[in-house]
């Protein structure tokens, strides 16, 4: 396969699953602190967007899921595999942005005048990590095989082929246009 076309694959879906796992994790983390503003959740937003998208373009992410999913002995693409491949892209974006959005809330609500010592680090990151890995997840599970086909439809291949396909459809004769 080109691998033009393989980076811009991975170039769309890297962005499109780093807005949505932003998205949706900075909306739960800043809606579980209790204290829920639209510019607070905005400033989350960002930051973990651009946290999201730093991983995403330092990790060959595919690579990593993909050999998890070969070094278990899985059919490629089965449930099982889906499973572990969202697990593996689970446990390498959601604890290092969930560390990041945490200590965000944490020094700004001690900015705020909330005071330190009722502040506890750690009981606030564990609540988070395992929301956010159980949200992370189911993410990345659902949206992750839908933004490939897009982007495999987008750069001109079959998504159910592996690979480009010149001719159309598969059950098409060539030139006539017509189904079997």
Known sequence: MDPKKMRKIGITVNICMGV????????????????FTVPSWLVSFLISTAV????????PM??????????????PHSLTARCVESLVSDF???PVMTFIMVFYAYKSAISHGAPAESMNFGRMFLGSFGIGMAAGFLLAFI????????????NGIDPGQGGPNPRGPVNEKPGDGKNR
């Open 92 to 94: 390498i974006y959601t």
């Open 62 to 75: 595919k690579r990593v899921t993909e050999g998890a999913s070969r070094g278990l002995k899985l059919k």
């Open 143 to 154: 949206f992750m095989p839908l933004y490939v086909k897009m982007a495999m439809k987008k």
């Open 52 to 59: 999201s998208l730093i991983i995403g373009f330092v990790v």
């Open 20 to 35: 949505t796992m932003s998205f949706f994790l900075s909306l739960i983390g800043t809606g579980m602190s209790g204290h």
